[in-house]
């Protein structure tokens, strides 16, 4: 048996390149060793289990593969939705509680796909912060950061553009205090506002249609995209090692690889369905966008800003507040850069302090935010 497939392997070798092929998925931290694409995958693969490597599988790195993961199954339950649901403001709603009523599993999909885009974006904030703590970000891994700052960014449109779809009371006004959080912000806030539907704060069919093409085709491009850099860029400098990494070599260790791997899969599904099953989204009904639902504040992770905006409002212009929090987020994305020599002792320990208070104040003011919704 072991014959006939090694036969059929080594048939299709010879007229696919199959290394390229498997070599592609290596850059989405599925296997753990770079391949030589050059050469048949049997041989590619024997050569890159000689190479000694720490494992993926291991905490803190696993939450890189955890965030592939989640993008795979984003990507498949959202797939799946797409089948039955209407992007149009006249059925949107009920093209939702079809899915949900009549379609076989439909309200499982539908909680998996919510439920695992929040988990999504906890765990990319989660892995942002070890990276920071970690120093991560600094030379030669400035990239590894930038990359990790734009995906998550582009997950929170992700969430922001498909939590609108289904025009339920609290996802509706949810998303129009969103819109006027992103509005505060010079330029973006703008754009944000035109793709919206040209300024308007009432959710259109322009809107509908724009934030359905956002959310089920260019950004799931862009996500995967940037983890595909982002993994580019770490098996070419190196994963981090931490005290007490055992690198492994050989048969062995693509084993331990793949039982990681689906002890990983095996846990986050167990998490889904349990959150699924307990604590599921409600369906609620159709919003009218001239009657606000009251207590309904923006997305749980742009509460922050919105507690700024709160804060300062009356205090100084709301142009002013929108400048700083973008200028805030462009050191955030630009971290790596402003701390350019490790060598320099009395202006290193400047950008760590910053941020860390950064940090203090986005987490108090999500609490205040949180209050004042």
Not at 60 to 65: F, I, K, N, Q, Y
Not at 334 to 354: H, Y
Request: contains cysteine; proline residues 5%.
């Amino acid at each position: 048996m072991s014959r006939d497939k090694s036969g059929i392997l080594d048939w299709f070798s010879r007229r696919l390149n199959l290394t390229e092929i498997f070599s592609l998925l290596t850059s989405y931290g599925l296997f753990y060793a770079e391949l030589d694409t050059r050469k048949p995958l049997r041989e590619a693969l024997d050569e890159a289990l000689e190479r000694p490597v720490v494992s993926y599988g291991r905490w803190p790195r696993v939450l890189g593969l955890i965030v592939v993961v989640l993008i795979a199954l984003e990507i498949l339950t959202g797939a799946l939705l797409s089948l039955y649901f209407l992007p149009t403001p006249q059925t949107a709603h009920a093209s939702l509680g079809t899915i949900l009523r009549d379609v076989d599993f439909g309200w499982f999909v539908h909680q998996i796909h919510f439920w695992g885009a929040q988990l999504l974006i906890a765990v990319l904030i989660v892995r942002i912060v070890r990276f920071f703590i970690q120093g991560v970000y600094r030379k030669p891994r400035e990239l590894v950061w930038v990359f990790a700052a734009l995906l998550l960014l582009v997950c929170f449109h992700l969430d922001m553009t498909g939590r609108v779809l289904p025009l339920t009371e609290t996802a509706f006004w949810s998303s129009v205090r969103a819109l006027e959080v992103v509005n505060a912000v010079p330029v973006y806030g703008s754009f944000m506002f035109f793709l919206a539907g040209g300024g308007e704060m009432f959710v259109s069919d322009l809107t509908l249609l724009r934030f359905y093409i956002l959310h089920a085709a260019i950004l799931p491009v862009l996500a995967v995209t940037l983890i595909y850099l982002h993994f580019s860029t770490i098996r070419r400098i190196g994963l981090t090692e931490a005290s007490g990494d055992r690198k492994r070599v050989g048969r062995a260790a693509l084993r331990n690889h793949l039982v990681n791997l689906a002890i990983i899969l095996t846990l986050l599904f167990a998490l889904l369905v349990t959150l699924a099953v307990l604590t599921p989204l409600p369906f609620q009904r159709e919003a009218d966008p001239y009657a606000t639902v009251p207590g309904v504040g923006p997305p749980w992770y742009l509460l922050a800003p919105f507690g700024f905006l709160e804060i300062t409002a009356g205090i100084v212009p709301q142009w002013l507040a929108g400048l700083l929090l973008f200028v805030v987020f462009s050191a955030f994305l630009a971290l790596p850069f402003l701390e350019r020599s490790r060598e320099d002792r009395g202006r290193r320990w400047a950008v760590p302090v910053i941020a860390g208070l950064v940090v203090l104040a986005w987490f108090l003011l999500t609490i205040y935010g949180a209050r004042v919704a």
